[in-house]
Nanobody, 122 residues
């Protein structure tokens, strides 16, 4: 089983960019689908983006499509979330997660990181 650690969060002004990273331990990272989710205060955790293993199919939430890009580097056991044109409503704790197959559902993922805070000021 993999262990996930997110990094790269912080405070940014609206319109700015951040790149989140999720480093995974374990030699089987390349066989996991990876997802990013986020949870704002008082709200449920929601799907942001996912990337499959192998042919790297990607999924995005409508709210981030065209602004965020998910990618992975299996040689570094790391998945990334490039976030551009950030908005105050993107403010949340961002979590990465691993699964056998990607989906938009929280319940589809078996392993979760501890999260990293992203705050976008207006």
């Amino acid at each position: 089983q993999v262990h996930l650690v997110e990094s790269g969060g912080g405070l940014v002004q609206a319109g700015g960019s951040l790149r989140l990273s999720c480093a995974a331990s374990g030699r089987t990272f390349s066989s996991y689908g990876m997802g990013w989710f986020r949870q704002a205060p008082g709200k449920e955790r929601e799907f942001v983006a996912a990337i499959s293993w192998g042919i790297r199919i990607t999924l995005y939430a409508d709210s981030v499509k065209g602004r965020f890009t998910i990618s992975r580097d299996d040689t570094k056991n790391t998945v990334y979330l490039q976030m551009n044109s950030l908005k105050p409503e993107d403010t949340a704790v961002y979590y990465c997660a691993a699964a056998d197959n990607i989906s938009r559902r929280n319940s589809g993922y078996d392993v979760w990181g501890q999260g990293t805070q992203v705050t976008v000021s207006s």
